[in-house]
């Protein structure tokens, strides 16, 4: 008789069906939204009476209608970069506190079901937050100037930032055995990965016109969401772009006698072309979902009982003192 082995996942919607019940059962989740939205509505109608005190033009209802966009993209991405790892560095930990991890560890389910059960019940609740912001969104379409490609665009950066933070938060839980040393690890470990790339970027790119420094990979920009959303806004706005700058009138080389050489003419371009835009953001989408990827492997392996991969340091065998009677 052939005993089959269940699938990898098998498991893990049981897990996440359980978690969002008991995260919805409760008035905590409903409480929170209510306030998120009527914060977020109330800085969305300031703006918009600010900026309709006047009758507005067709290309100035364009240009508010773009800007309320580009306001809300920037702060949903803020939003999931907080509260991906806040909703998931306590997932792992919180049962090793309560004293249900070994029960959860016995079962059938295997390790990388389990913490892919704990991603997405969290994930599902982000969700719920992101997806109710998204009416407030569409305002921009009564200005125009926005399309729903956009707005698609933009979103989808926003859940590849999500899955990659929460994945991060899973795996800090798996890591630590305690929820507040894992949520401290979660929040600096999204900190770097959104933000230290592009620190690295910005302090390489200011030593390129001190010497003969050579400019720093792109590729170091694309872990910035902000980065991925700049992407995104530029081919609705027009500006922002990470684009060489038209050459000013003073910087147009004077015309030189023929068979002379021009000692203004600027020398060839050098470096890597000017990034097209457009570009960027599926960049980020990938290197987001490789994080997710590495990070709920770490997850796995460090829930597993038979780990593959020791994180933890071992205590050092120290050497015994002989006894008095020289055993």
């Known amino acids: 008789m052939t005993v089959r082995r269940p699938p990898e996942l098998a498991g893990a919607s049981a897990i996440w069906i359980r978690e969002i019940r008991s995260r919805m059962r409760g008035k905590r989740a409903f409480v929170f939204l209510t306030f998120y939205l009527t914060v977020f509505a109330g800085l969305l109608w300031i703006g918009l009476r600010s900026a309709t005190e006047a009758p507005l033009s067709a290309l100035q209802a364009v240009s508010v209608g773009r800007d309320i966009y580009a306001a809300v993209v920037l702060i949903e991405t803020l939003v999931v970069l907080i509260l991906a790892p806040a909703y998931t560095a306590a997932s792992i930990s919180q049962e090793r506190e309560k004293g249900t991890f070994d029960l959860l560890a016995v079962t059938p389910i295997s390790s990388l079901a389990i913490v892919v059960g704990k991603l997405v019940s969290a994930l599902l609740f982000l969700a719920v937050v992101v997806g109710a912001s998204i009416p407030l969104a569409s305002v921009a379409f009564l200005f125009g100037g926005v399309g729903l490609d956009d707005i698609v665009r933009s979103y989808i950066v926003i859940v590849a930032v999500g899955i990659g933070a929460g994945a991060v938060g899973v795996a800090c839980s798996a890591v630590f055995r305690r929820s507040q ?124 009982p038979t780990r593959r991969f020791a994180w933890r340091p071992g205590r050092i065998a120290l050497p015994r003192r002989p006894s008095a009677s020289g055993e």
């Open 181 to 304: 040393p894992a949520t401290v690890a979660a929040f600096i470990a999204v900190a770097l990965i959104a933000g230290g790339s592009s620190v690295m970027w910005f302090s390489l790119e200011a030593r390129v016109p001190e010497g003969n420094t050579a400019a720093p990979p792109e590729a170091l920009l694309y872990l910035d969401p902000f980065v991925g959303q700049a992407d995104v806004l530029c081919l609705v706005m027009g500006n922002g772009c990470r684009a060489t700058p038209a050459p000013r009138a003073t910087d147009i080389p004077r015309p030189a006698p023929v068979g002379v050489a021009n000692p203004d003419a600027a020398p060839p371009p050098s470096g890597p072309a000017p990034t097209e835009p457009g570009s960027v953001w599926p960049w980020t989408v990938l290197a987001w979902v490789v994080v997710a990827v590495v990070a709920m492997l770490v997850a796995a392996d460090s829930v597993s």
